[in-house]
């Protein structure tokens, strides 16, 4: 008897541990079960702080189809203009809303420098960084332009004459811009750039012939590449991407340039820290997705996850950063 009571008392032991791993909750449920609580029953909202096709346009689309499983519907719209400060400027008047998100970068620390905005990501909650994205300088396939050489060459014959489009002002293609012709030994201030809201209005630009190159996020003009409608000359990547294999860097031509654009996603000041970490663990667990892992696969974009307080303090540095070069290319604040 004495046997049978143990085997009887191990048996419901085991079933009882059974049970309780049965019922103990996934990581990913607790976190939608603590994003539920922290929405309470609003659907999810992405500002894409630019117009359709961009940079901030293809994340927040590529993040609304990874975070589908993890929470549901959510809905993407657009605010163009002034490198994402208009788009700014409205998201900072959602004080306490948890379910609104913004697609942020690089490009609009530099807009706020450039516009003089009278906000900055300060009034916002960093949440998570996301992606790297390096820029690629191209040219119109019947350019006469064929390599950075040829362009270095018409910049110190005549650097007025040739036009560069891109994005906003102030953003990373101008930066660039701006670098380029530093290291090309001619005054980066008079770098006749021509800005656009989008993406495909820089591209408009360029293949109708009314700017000479363009500067542009890899992942925005590969389609355009590969359909041999422009021509890439280098990117300012630190190596050769995969994608672009016979594309130089564009310290290879001889111009000791290198900068990286990277995207993250911010909320409205005014949650609470709850809500933030909700927030916060969701879109870490977007980022495990073989939804999310896929889009960067695609896009050609670099996984640059980063949370909490060590992404809010590369924001702090990011701003100092992107300050100091404006200032040296004649874009700062004077």
Not at 300 to 306: E, F, I, K, P, V
């Amino acid at each position: 008897m004495t046997l049978l009571r143990r085997w009887a008392a191990l048996v419901v032991a085991l079933l009882a541990t059974g049970a309780l791993v049965a019922t103990a909750p996934a990581d990913d449920e607790r976190a939608g079960s603590a994003l539920a609580q922290a929405l309470d029953g609003r659907q999810l909202r992405i500002m894409a702080p630019a117009a359709p096709g961009g940079g901030w346009d293809q994340t927040s689309r590529e993040m609304q189809g990874a975070l589908r499983d993890l929470v549901g519907r959510s809905e993407v719209y657009n605010v163009a203009g002034a490198g994402g400060t208009i788009g700014l400027s409205q998201f900072v008047r959602l004080k306490g809303d948890p379910s609104q998100l913004m697609t942020t970068g690089l490009i609009m620390i530099g807009a706020v420098e450039t516009n003089d905005s009278p906000y900055t990501l300060a009034e916002t909650v960093p949440l998570v960084r996301l992606t790297t994205d390096y820029q690629v300088v191209v040219a119109a396939a019947k350019s006469p332009l064929k390599d950075m050489k040829a362009v270095a060459d018409a910049m110190r014959k005549d650097l007025p004459a040739v036009s560069i489009s891109g994005g906003s002002a102030g953003g990373v293609e101008q930066i660039l811009a701006g670098l380029t012709a530093k290291a090309v030994g001619v005054d980066p201030a008079k770098v006749s750039y021509v800005a656009h809201s989008g993406g495909g209005e820089a591209l408009t630009t360029l293949l109708s012939g009314r700017s000479t190159i363009g500067i542009s996020g890899v992942s925005e003009i590969m389609p355009q590449i590969k359909a041999g409608q422009v021509r890439a000359l280098a990117v300012s990547s630190p190596k050769r991407l995969p994608e672009l294999p016979d594309v130089p860097t564009l310290r290879e031509t001889g111009l000791d340039v290198e900068l990286q654009n990277w995207r993250g996603v911010v909320a409205p000041k005014g949650i609470t820290p709850e809500q933030e970490r909700a927030l916060e663990q969701v879109l870490l667990d977007m980022t495990r997705t073989k939804e999310w892992k896929a889009a960067l696969a695609d896009r050609g974009w670099g996984d640059a996850t980063l949370a909490g307080p060590e992404f809010e303090e590369f924001i702090r540095s990011e701003q100092d950063r992107v300050a100091q070069v404006l200032k040296e290319i004649g874009l700062g604040r004077s």
